[in-house]
């Protein structure tokens, strides 16, 4: 089955630009969205079809994809961007979702 | 907005019935997911239904014991789980998928709005 893997953690500091991959077998040849979870609350969409942001969500957050890995950039990060985040794309040779394993980001 | 409920303790081999309540939107245009995450670990997508109710998935570990059906009429999606192990316990979150091909040979399935999530503890 298809594979995702995050690091486990990236630390940042505030007002820096924080970079969370996601990397997969020819990743770029699929449509990679990103969730933030932050304690105790539901995980909140990010980023979907690579680059899109929902509405409501700010400009700091973009994503880009190619190749085997997929990027998740925050900038000018805030405290309140504290949170795991979590990368997600669609096997298609199993018919199903696939997460990866969650990256904990944590503002220094 | 999703809101779950449902949620308890039960014992090992025990059943629970979990429900998630839509409103906002047309809860029959979209398929919906129950996705489930153990304490302290990452999130696992459980079940699938389609916008009718015709078309059910389910993880492989939960095959033959969790059922996932929808109310349409009543904008409500269940989660029935019979057998429970230990290893089901987790937060479960509703959540409605959105599919489709946004450009030729690339295709995006994902989940855009989620529920609270409701906890189901199996324990003796």
């Known amino acids: 089955s298809y594979v995702l893997t995050q690091p486990p953690s990236v630390s940042v500091a505030p007002g820096q630009t924080a970079r969370i991959t996601c990397g997969g077998n020819?990743?770029?040849?699929?449509?990679v969205h990103w969730y933030q979870q932050k304690p105790g609350q539901a995980p909140v969409l990010v980023v979907y079809?690579?680059?899109d942001r929902p509405s409501g969500i700010p400009e700091r957050f973009s994503g880009s994809n190619s190749g085997n890995t997929a990027t998740l950039t925050i900038s000018r990060v805030e405290a309140g961007d504290e949170a795991d985040y979590y990368c997600q794309v669609w096997d298609s040779s199993r018919d199903h979702v696939v997460f990866g394993g969650g990256t904990k980001l944590t503002v220094v | 907005q999703l809101v779950e409920s449902g949620g308890g303790l039960v014992q090992p081999g025990g059943s629970l019935r979990i429900s998630c309540a839509a409103s906002?939107?047309?809860?029959?245009?979209?398929?919906m997911k129950w996705v489930r995450q153990a304490p302290g670990k990452g999130l696992e997508w459980a079940s699938y239904i389609s916008s009718s109710g015709s078309s059910m998935y389910y993880v492989d570990s939960v095959k033959g014991r969790f059922t996932i059906s929808r109310d349409n009429a009543k904008n409500s999606l269940y989660l029935q789980m019979n057998s429970l192990r230990a290893e089901d316990t987790a937060v479960y979150y509703c959540?409605?998928?959105?599919?489709?091909?946004?450009?030729?040979?690339?295709?995006?399935?994902?989940?855009?709005?989620w529920g609270k999530g409701t906890t189901v503890t199996v324990s003796s």
């Open positions: 020819n990743i770029g040849s699929k449509s």
């Open positions: 079809d690579d680059s």
């Open positions: 959540a409605r998928i959105r599919s489709g091909a946004a450009r030729p040979g690339k295709y995006y399935y994902y989940m855009d709005v």
């Open positions: 906002g939107f047309t809860f029959s245009f979209y398929e």
